[in-house]
C-alpha cells in the first residue's frame, strides 16, 4: 500500500512539473487555451502518450549508438530521437485536443526544449563514453 502511494505520489509530482512547465513555456510562447482544465488534459495525455513513445524511441536509441564512439556524435543522436517523438506526441495531442492550438514553430521550440531537459538531466549516463 505505501509503495502505490509513493508510486502515486511520483507520477502526481511529475505531472505538476509538466503541468507548470508547459503553462510557463506556453505563457512565454504566446500559446492561448481555453481553460487550465484543457491544458491539463493536453499534458495528462502528452505524459501517456510520450511514456508510450519513448520506450520505442529508448530502443532505437540504444540499438543506434551501439558500436558509435564519441559523445557529441551520440548527443546529436539523441537530440534527434529525442526531438522528433517529442515533437511527434505534442503534434498528435495537439490533433486531437481542439481547446489548444500549436503552430508548427511552436511544436518544434517545445520539442526541442523538452529534449535538451530530458537529456541534461539524463547525462550522467553518458558520461563514460569515450570521445574519438
Request: no cysteine; hydrophobic share 60%; aromatic share 16%.
Amino acid at each position: 500500500m505505501i509503495i502505490a502511494l509513493l508510486i502515486l505520489l511520483v507520477i502526481v509530482f511529475l505531472l505538476a512539473l509538466y503541468f507548470f512547465g508547459l503553462a510557463g513555456v506556453f505563457a512565454l510562447l504566446g500559446v492561448q487555451y481555453d481553460s487550465n482544465w484543457s491544458l491539463l488534459v493536453f499534458v495528462v495525455s502528452f505524459f501517456i502518450l510520450s511514456v508510450i513513445v519513448e520506450l520505442f524511441t529508448k530502443a532505437l536509441f540504444k540499438l543506434s549508438v551501439q558500436n558509435i564512439r564519441g559523445r557529441t556524435k551520440v548527443f546529436i543522436i539523441r537530440m534527434s530521437f529525442e526531438s522528433t517523438s517529442n515533437w511527434l506526441v505534442l503534434f498528435t495531442v495537439d490533433e486531437f485536443m481542439r481547446s489548444i492550438t500549436l503552430y508548427l514553430k511552436i511544436e518544434i521550440i517545445i520539442a526541442l526544449l523538452i529534449a535538451l531537459l530530458e537529456t541534461a538531466f539524463d547525462e550522467d549516463k553518458y558520461k563514460r563514453i569515450k570521445d574519438d
